[in-house]
């Protein structure tokens, strides 16, 4: 009995501009990717840019609020000083 390997992941299907479609497959070949491989790449970054976004409407709320005013370099200075 042959046994059948399950996948992993989803597949999903998506519709992009040709031009577009090209692109994703030259950048991916020049990398030695997957198109599969780059999107999932894209999507990852996509979501750390987001939640950095989120972070820093969060983190000028906060110093608005309670009138703190900190260069980055301070910030820095202040994650890192105990490490």
């Known amino acids: 009995m042959k046994s059948?390997?399950?996948r992993k992941g989803?597949?999903?299907?998506?519709?992009?501009?040709?031009?577009?479609?090209a692109e994703?497959?030259?950048m991916a070949k020049s990398k030695g990717e997957s198109v599969s491989s780059l999107?999932?790449?894209?999507y990852d970054t996509y979501k750390k840019q987001k939640a950095f976004e989120?972070?820093?409407?969060v983190s000028e709320n906060l110093s608005r609020k309670?009138?703190?005013?900190?260069t980055e370099e301070e910030i820095e200075r202040i994650c890192f000083e105990d490490r």
């Open 4 to 6: 059948v390997k399950k």
């Open 10 to 21: 989803e597949i999903i299907s998506i519709s992009i501009p040709k031009d577009m479609a």
């Open 24 to 26: 994703c497959k030259r």
């Open 39 to 42: 999107f999932r790449e894209m």
């Open 54 to 57: 989120e972070f820093e409407g």
């Open 66 to 70: 309670y009138s703190i005013h900190l």
